[in-house]
């Protein structure tokens, strides 16, 4: 039997990365087994769904690289199918109207609350013969129960190993608020049963709606599929994670700037630990590696610094070329050349963890910072000894010709001069002049990134404001 795996994202928000975490270990498990992979948009909640979202999850996806076989499914087009099976569970008496009313629900719910006791409806409308029951359907609203049938529910979870529920807790369970409207776990259900889904990896907050759901399987008489509840994903303090930590949707973490194979290589060490130290995986090897039965029990925690630790690995092993193409649309307002984005990916990449930071990290390279003139004296150098020591700089540079200006000539002309006048008074101040700022890269990596005649400005400009001073 093929493998068959689905993700089943609600559209109620931007896709949190506990779901793009979820659709990769589904994804893995597939590839690994040679089976598919399949998308299902469950979007039968009509008050909570809406149709903005459902691109933001596509784009999710495809941005992470995880592509679905086939179509992808939406539940609300499949609700003629929900209807033949909620038929035959009421001709075959497995299933009931139940005529109770929201009020007399929610009073007893009150009064299993104060015997503290979770709710459960046990319904004795499930006596009601189906002449009688038709014929209370014209003047009364009634949803659609199972006939729980109670005993122990044991199934073996591919994370957490036996599971055993007891189905009396559960009460006659609701399977629809009419023939055309079916609940969540009914329609999981039969979505599951007709993609042929043959095992349901989810989140550990799913756990509860199992029982429920293998009752709904066994009264249509489907084959049980096998099941992986995920840990939950917790922020660093252990806490659920959610908006209040930062960065929670995939969206977010795109336009923040990261890759998406190092956002699927840190997904993949949420609640997984390879069998060895290593902590870098393309994708291929992932497939190879990954094993659900050693995905751990308790909570994964999404650890910031150690996603910007995995991105910045990823960068540092690209060629500055490709870095440019990522950093532009964050240098966009100053117009950059291919060449200038170029260099400054050559500059940074060691120091980027994410592709946004370029803009705060390189912005004085476009646009120089407006800066004391004061930061420009080394120490407790004056005034005009800094003047001097950039006055001789500023010579040396003009001497070089422009179209041999770069890293080595600069260096070459310009390190003899520190070395005789004091390395700190001469860099010092060239490196201020031309970034503008007190931690910037070296001098010469700056010159280079700016050519002579940017340079040569700015520090004419510097040492306009050290005569002004
Ligand atoms: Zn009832």
Known sequence: MKVRTRIAPSPTGHMHVGTARTAFFNYLFAKQNHGEFLLRIEDTDIERSKKEYEPDILNGLKWLGLNWEGELVRQSEKVSIHTNYLKKLLESKKAFYCFHTTEELEEEQKNQALEKISFKHECEHKNISSEEATNKLKTNNAIIRLKTPYKKIIFKDLVKGEVEFDTSLLGDISLAKNLDTPLYNFAVVVDDHESEITHIIRGEDHLSNTPKQILIIEALGFNQPEYAHLPLILATDRSKLSKRHGAVSVNDFTKLGYLPEAMLNFLALIGWHPKDEKEI?????????????????????????????????????????????????????????????????????????????????????????????????????????????LEVVLNVLESIPEDSFDIDSTTTELMPKANELGRGEVLWPLRVALSGMAKSPSPFEILDVLGKKESINRIKKALGKLNEA
Request: without cysteine; charged residues 30%; hydrophobic residues 45%.
């Open 281 to 389: 995986f393309n994708i291929e090897e992932l497939i190879k590696e990954f094993d659900l039965t050693r995905v751990q029990k308790a909570g994964g925690i999404f650890d910031i610094e150690k996603l910007n630790s995995i991105n910045n690995q990823y960068i540092k092993n690209m060629v500055p070329a490709e870095i440019a193409k990522f950093i532009a649309p964050y240098l966009d307002m100053y117009n950059p050349t291919e060449a200038q984005l170029i260099k400054v990916a050559h500059l940074f990449r060691e120091r980027l963890n994410i592709f946004s930071e370029v803009k705060e990290l390189a912005g004085f390279i476009f646009a120089l910072p407006i800066y004391e003139a004061s930061l420009l004296s080394w120490k407790e150098s004056s005034k005009e000894k800094t003047k001097e020591k």
